[in-house]
């Protein structure tokens, strides 16, 4: 089993910044990708920034310029800069993990998820 702990939420200002972090630990190979996720109320979850197999990043267009997500393979973990927030981030972000298995499928795993809340 895999085991992802995020931490780094809270209640800040617009304009402000927040740095999330997460922790993987568990049965982890090497083939997996790592990302951010996020869902506000009564909203479906959505992408907020990833990692892509081939080691680049992809962000949501919302966030673009303004989060950086970033990893330290050697810990297994991943962080996601936010800045400049704006009261639309408000959301529970949820670290993802997605395992790759040679047949092409994969498994995907949750961190608890944290709350960051945006004041206008």
């Known amino acids: 089993q895999v085991q992802l702990v995020e931490s780094g939420g809270g209640l800040v200002q617009a304009g402000w910044s927040l740095k999330l972090s997460c922790v993987a630990s568990?049965?982890?190979?090497?083939?997996?990708?790592m990302g951010w996720y996020r869902q506000a109320p009564g909203k479906q979850r959505e992408l907020v920034a990833t990692?892509?197999?081939?080691?680049?990043?992809n962000y949501a267009d919302s966030v673009k310029g303004r989060f950086t997500i970033s990893r330290d393979n050697a810990k297994n973990t991943m962080s996601l800069q936010m800045n400049s927030l704006k009261p639309e981030d408000t959301a529970v972000y949820y670290c993802?993990?997605?395992?790759?298995?040679?047949?092409?499928?994969?498994?995907?795993?949750w961190g608890q998820g944290t709350q960051v809340t945006v004041s206008s």
């Open positions: 993802n993990l997605r395992r790759y298995y040679n047949s092409g499928a994969y498994s995907d795993y």
């Open positions: 568990g049965n982890i190979f090497s083939i997996y990708t």
């Open positions: 990692f892509t197999r081939d080691g680049t990043t």
